[in-house]
């Protein structure tokens, strides 16, 4: 579709299991979908089981963070094109093969340069997870790659100030 630029995102956090799935996932992303909205982006939120989060509004495309519906919105974020620019934020937990879906899925870097395809639109990915440095592999001409760890290192949350362990 040409026309008018388009601005989407997608809004990840799977949290593994009830035990892991912290009620901050759906604030933050919550919160990213209110001012993304606002800054005139279509979202699509896929969170844990696929259960709304309380309080706050939602977006219209909203799933659980499961294989098939992280592809589908993958995919999705995959369709704008030239012109375009597309955000995904991940609010999650990670492993040294990538990002950590609702179960026992791993997304990996190849599998989600898969799943969006040879899109010609601008793509920024924030990558706020464990191991999320292993998606700059994914950088390049019209793709850049947040993330507050390098390839070969750890990231996880931890109380205010930071501890030598962090």
Not at 18 to 30: I, K
């Amino acid at each position: 579709m040409k026309g008018p630029h388009r601005r989407r995102s997608v809004l990840l956090a799977g949290g593994l299991d009830f035990a892991r799935n912290h009620p901050r996932y759906g604030r933050e992303l919550t919160w990213w979908a209110k001012n993304l909205g606002a800054a005139g982006f279509e979202c699509w939120l896929c969170l844990g089981e696929g259960r709304a989060p309380l309080g706050g509004a939602t977006p219209s495309r909203f799933t659980s963070a499961r294989r098939a519906d992280v592809m589908d919105a993958l995919s999705w974020l995959g369709e704008i094109g030239e012109g375009d620019l597309g955000l995904l934020v991940a609010s999650n937990h990670g492993d040294r093969s990538g990002l950590c879906l609702w179960g026992p899925d791993i997304l990996s870097p190849a599998e989600f340069g898969a799943s969006i395809g040879e899109t010609k639109a601008t793509l920024a990915l924030v990558m706020g997870q464990c191991n999320g440095g292993v998606f700059g592999t994914l950088a390049g001409p019209r793709t850049v790659v947040l993330s507050a760890c390098s390839e070969d290192e750890r990231s996880w949350a931890c109380s205010y100030p930071p501890g030598p362990a962090y």
